[in-house]
Nanobody, 114 residues
Framework: QVQLVESGGGLVQAGGSLRLSCAAS????????MGWYRQAPGKQRELVAS???????NYADSVKGRFTISRDNAKNTVYLQMNSLKPEDTAVYYC????????WGQGTQVTVSS
């Protein structure tokens, strides 16, 4: 049973933009806050942005002002708009709920070249 499917990653030059999408099961989006996480090789997975059911967002300092998280509960989808990308943003990006995380999906690779 697939519950989290990330998409939208790719290769982009520094300063460019990408928009990531996460499709999840209806019950998850109806009842939970959602977050975007990222993991670079050799590093721990870290939370970069989260959004409540009502749409209130929080961001890690490293992405504040550059990334925007949003959700469409009717479509069971959470988005991450990433602007002004930097090489240090390179990672595999995952979505999940911070409140009782589901098994992790495959993630989507974001690579930012200098």
């Amino acid at each position: 049973q697939v519950q989290l499917v990330e998409s939208g990653g790719g290769l982009v030059q520094a300063g460019g933009s990408l928009r990531l999408s996460c499709a999840a099961s209806r019950i998850i989006f109806a009842n939970n806050a959602m977050g975007w996480y990222r993991q670079a090789p050799g590093k721990q997975r870290e939370l970069v942005a989260s959004i409540t059911i009502g749409g209130r967002a929080n961001y890690a300092d490293s992405v504040k002002g550059r990334f925007t998280i949003s959700r469409d509960n009717a479509k069971n989808t959470v988005y991450l708009q990433m602007n002004s990308l930097k090489p240090e943003d390179t990672a595999v990006y995952y979505c999940n709920t911070p409140f009782g995380p589901l098994p992790w999906g495959q993630g989507t690779q974001v690579t930012v070249s200098s």
